[in-house]
């Protein structure tokens, strides 16, 4: 079997039902499964709300470990409307000319050392490293803060033996609560600063509301960059023919990142809590439950997509929502396509093939679902031209 595959552990169930369930924290969850009711529920911001209780509409849960609101994540129109309107100009910022020429200092010099290392384990040593270093120009901060980031592992809130490990997260948020307090309000500084000194509906944002923006910055960008950084190496390991297709095709790139972000899905699924009596699917939700927008399954829908099972790096028709869809489509997306196209350039330059050597796939439980999101390991050998 190809190492690099994801296969579709919701095929069945969607096509039979559209819908799933699974018991979640003793909190069930009602799991969307077709693209088309992904989006049309995503966009019903009225039934299906995200202002719940902090930490319910992610899962899994993390109602026990977190009670700041992640903002704009768990907030809903029309304050929502005037968050983002805050933040988008700051998370546009990576299409800016010197912001691309960082990123790629970065990754050029990233690829350089594991061309030098020969062994390596790209989710440690290549994809926590690279995601760690590029979320120091996203949030304006010192480079050296990435050293930080990356002894903290590829998991927020997560340890090997523990899920939702309460005592990890604590290092997050003291962390948080310390570069809020030792900064000050500059409009032209780094992300805390910039907060420091915003306003929000003719108010200044409070510490709790700065920390949330943070956390979701932190939290929202890290396992999903690493997962997607590290399935497309293990894509282009067994499909060296594609780095030179796209060396000779520069101009399909884009859909090519596209097509990798489809398939591979790095988020799974998202929450939303029901605020009345409802139906999905043709199935009774009822008020205070949830659903969950399972975006990897969309990303298969077979009535939507050609050859869904397929990579397809110019598939034309790609209407993908791994960054999920409507108001709350991600803040981070630009920032994550910019890392993919970044690293795809520097591969296709730099790098002639990767030997995968072993590997340890991390495979997420979901009710009566398997899925493979990534990896814990990759070990592999990058060789260059």
């Not at 690279?130 to 803060?145: F, G, I, K, P, V």
């Not at 099972?309 to 791994?322: A, F, G, M, Q």
Request: aromatic share 8%.
């Amino acid at each position: 079997m190809k190492k690099y595959l994801s296969p579709d552990p919701f095929k069945k169930a969607r096509v039979a039902h559209g819908c799933a369930h699974m018991d979640e924290q003793n909190d069930p969850v009602t799991m969307i499964l077709r693209l088309k009711d992904v989006r049309k529920t995503a966009h019903n911001w009225k039934t299906f709300h995200s202002g719940a209780t902090p930490g319910r509409i992610v899962i899994p849960s993390e109602v026990n470990i977190r009670h700041t609101r992640q903002i704009p994540f768990e907030v809903d129109p029309p304050l929502h409307g005037s968050f983002r309107s805050l933040l988008e100009p700051w998370f546009k910022r990576p299409l800016e000319s010197a912001y691309q020429e960082k990123l790629t200092q970065q990754v050029r010099a990233l690829v350089d050392d594991v061309l030098e290392a020969g062994k390596i384990d790209v989710v440690e040593d290549f994809s926590l490293c690279l995601q760690s270093r590029a979320l120091t120009l996203l949030l304006n901060t010192h480079a050296s803060e990435a050293d930080t980031w990356i002894g903290w592992g590829t998991h927020v809130f997560r340890s090997e033996d523990d899920p939702l490990d309460g005592d990890k997260a604590a290092l997050l948020y003291d962390y948080i609560d310390e570069q809020i307090k030792a900064s000050t309000p500059d409009p032209e500084g780094n992300l805390y600063s910039v907060l420091l000194s915003a306003e929000v509906e003719g108010k200044k944002l409070t510490h709790e509301e700065i920390k949330g923006i943070i956390i979701l910055t932190f939290a929202g960008g890290r396992d999903t960059v690493i997962n997607a950084v590290t399935n497309t190496i293990s894509y282009f390991a067994e499909h060296p023919e594609s780095l030179v297709r796209l060396r000779n095709e520069p101009e399909i790139i884009g859909r090519a990142i596209e097509e990798l972000l489809r398939y591979f899905a790095p988020l799974t699924q998202m929450g939303r809590v029901v605020t009345d009596d409802t139906q999905v699917c043709e199935h009774a939700i009822k008020a205070d439950s949830r659903v969950s927008l399972c975006w990897a399954s969309a990303n298969r829908d077979e009535s939507v997509f050609e050859s869904p099972e397929e990579v397809i790096l110019d598939r034309k028709l790609n209407p993908h929502v791994s960054f999920g869809f409507s108001h709350h489509n991600c803040l981070g997306a630009t920032h994550a396509r910019q890392i993919m196209r970044v690293l795809i350039e520097t591969l296709i330059e730099k790098v002639s093939s990767i030997e995968i050597i072993d590997f340890e796939e991390n495979v997420e439980s979901l009710g009566e679902f398997e899925r493979k999101v990534g990896f814990h390991q990759l070990n592999a050998k990058f060789n260059p031209h």
